[in-house]
């Protein structure tokens, strides 16, 4: 919740202060009904998928480096 900043934190070294009033807050919050979404994918996450599939296309290792089917 702090990385998505969510909640307000402030990092002392390796640990996170948080106020007892915001934590509270945060509490009484409404949450949307049902489950949460799924995270999609990033465009740059896509073409870096993209670009090693072609670079191995292009080594010729393509069917090497896949799993064994099940």
């Known amino acids: 919740m702090l990385a998505r900043q969510r909640l307000y934190g402030t990092k002392i070294g390796p640990v996170w202060a948080i106020y ?3 934590v509270e ?3 009484r919050t409404r949450r949307p ?3 949460p979404r799924k995270l999609t994918v ?4 896509r073409s870096s998928v ?3 599939e072609r670079e191995r296309g292009r080594a010729g ?3 090497l480096l896949r ?3 099940r």
């Open 20 to 22: 007892p009033d915001d």
């Open 25 to 27: 807050a945060f509490k």
């Open 33 to 35: 009904p049902g489950r």
């Open 42 to 45: 990033k465009a740059t996450h």
């Open 50 to 52: 993209a670009q090693i």
């Open 61 to 63: 290792t393509k069917r």
């Open 67 to 69: 799993n064994p089917p």
